[in-house]
């Protein structure tokens, strides 16, 4: 079956939710092999589907192995037909999560390899797609319904963006499929690497170069514009949800901390080639867009004021990710809305008098007399006010990090970072801006 005939058709023309044909998944059927091409499978398995690329480099040599390997090639056209049975029933976990034993089919279709992540959404399986004769990516959903109706959501945009990138030139992730089994939602996706916070985390969160910086904000921006064109905001942009096509890299010498330790190393990947993910909190554009969307770190201020939200939310957050993608760390390193505030201005100076003027009907706590931030006040801790005043201004931020272009580099994320929303760059804009024509030079 075509990966597009399994996409949902979630409306019907009355606007009630169509109903979607169950996929029997746990009915094994009948078999179509016979009991010495099972076993063949069985063999071949083992040895194709470890879970580690080492164990297979390592058995290259051996000639049992290269039997198994001979029978997999040989019969993978007639055992991709096969009707393998589905994984034994395991309950749920307390909270919803589905589980399961490395190496059992996650369907028939899907074999289980490793667990690459897990968060409050579920967990996120590498798997063997044995039609289609490739690893993918399967986001388990939680069983709870809100999940399950976030993945709907999700679903819903993922099948938008790729019906209108056929090309796959969009630089969002591709749907490959999608099921519902054991209660549990499935999203197909093609695999990729490890997220962009995921490298700085095992590189001891050192920065990226700025040429590096200069690739992943092309990339993001143009993934960005791709979106704002067919009236999509994504709402939850950030390091997390940018992922490398690839996870080789190289190691090279750490030239910023050479003085002192002239032998340390760090990851450089060898493609830059990223991907947006995660569409659950993806939207489309509203007047009353005044709802908390956007993790902490990478909020506008708008999202914080209850000013109301559009596209600009997005472009704020991609600001965010290239100062951390350049210094290594979250620009706001913090869970409250004042010290945010308080962040912002230490960072990019006092929020203009119109923001705080239009901001008083939702967030007036936060502004004395109508005129200026309320922070500190008695009930500041010691710790937030030194967690704010240590926070460098934007400009000298940057220069700490960037050898060259610092000057066009810091041109552009004082555009991206402008408090008014009207004012900031779009993403269109933003790609024409000199910090990313200058790469010839370098």
């Given amino acids: 079956m075509a990966a597009l005939d399994l996409l949902p058709q979630p409306y019907s023309v009355d606007n009630r939710p169509k109903k979607r044909p169950r996929l029997r998944w746990d009915d094994p059927g009948p078999s179509y092999c016979d009991e010495a091409t099972r076993l063949q499978l069985q063999l071949a398995s083992q040895f194709l589907f470890s879970a580690s690329g080492e164990d297979v480099q390592k058995g290259a040599d051996n000639p049992t192995a290269r039997e198994y390997a001979t029978v997999s090639s040989q019969q993978?056209?007639?055992?991709?037909?096969?009707?393998?049975?589905?994984?034994?029933?395991?309950?749920?976990?307390?909270?919803g999560h589905f589980n399961y034993r490395v190496g059992e089919n996650l369907t028939p279709r899907y074999k289980i390899l490793r667990q690459m992540g897990e968060g409050t959404f579920g967990r996120v399986l590498e798997c063997w797609d044995r039609d289609g004769q490739e690893l993918v990516a399967i986001k388990v959903v939680r069983s709870a319904e809100k999940y399950r109706e976030a993945a709907r959501i999700e679903i819903d945009m993922l099948c938008t963006l790729s019906e209108k990138d056929v090309g796959g030139?969009?630089?969002?992730?591709?749907?490959?499929?999608?099921?519902?089994?054991?209660?549990?939602?499935?999203?197909?996706?093609?695999?990729?690497?490890?997220?962009?916070?995921?490298?700085?985390?095992?590189?001891?969160?050192?920065?990226?170069?700025?040429?590096?910086?200069?690739?992943?904000?092309?990339?993001i921006l143009g993934s960005v514009a791709f979106m704002h064109s067919l009236r999509?905001?994504?709402?939850?942009?950030?390091?997390?949800?940018?992922?490398?096509?690839?996870?080789?890299?190289?190691?090279?010498?750490?030239?910023?901390?050479?003085?002192?330790?002239?032998?340390?190393?760090?990851?450089?990947?060898?493609?830059?080639?990223?991907?947006?993910?995660?569409?659950g909190s993806a939207t489309y554009d509203r007047e009353d867009s005044f709802s908390v969307v956007s993790t902490r770190h990478y909020r506008a201020p708008e999202v914080i004021l209850g000013l109301g939200w559009s596209f600009p939310c997005d472009i704020w957050s991609v600001g965010c990710i290239l100062v951390e993608l350049c210094s290594g760390e979250a620009l706001f390193q913090t869970h409250e809305n004042i010290e945010h505030l308080a962040m912002m201005e230490r960072v990019l100076g006092p929020i203009p008098s119109h923001i705080i003027k239009r901001s008083m009907r939702r967030a007036d706590k936060y502004f004395r007399y109508g005129r200026e931030l309320n922070w500190p006040d008695g009930s500041t801790s010691k710790d937030s006010i030194w967690a704010v005043r240590k926070l460098p201004r934007l400009r000298n931020l940057v220069m700490q990090h960037a050898d060259h272009s610092a000057g066009s580099l810091i041109d552009l994320l004082e555009r991206l970072l402008k408090y008014d929303p009207e004012e900031r760059l779009t993403a269109r804009e933003a790609l024409k801006h000199p910090f990313f024509k200058e790469s010839s030079r370098r």
């Fill in 76 to 95: 993978v056209k007639r055992v991709s037909s096969c009707r393998l049975p589905s994984a034994p029933w395991h309950a749920d976990d307390e909270d």
């Fill in 169 to 219: 030139l969009g630089g969002c992730v591709q749907i490959r499929n999608w099921f519902d089994y054991r209660n549990h939602i499935c999203i197909v996706c093609e695999k990729l690497g490890a997220s962009l916070f995921d490298f700085l985390r095992t590189n001891n969160y050192r920065p990226f170069s700025v040429d590096l910086v200069q690739e992943f904000g092309r990339q």
């Fill in 232 to 279: 999509l905001i994504h709402t939850d942009l950030k390091p997390e949800n940018v992922l490398l096509t690839s996870s080789d890299y190289s190691k090279v010498v750490d030239h910023k901390n050479s003085s002192k330790h002239p032998f340390q190393m760090k990851r450089v990947p060898k493609s830059s080639r990223i991907k947006l993910i995660d569409f």
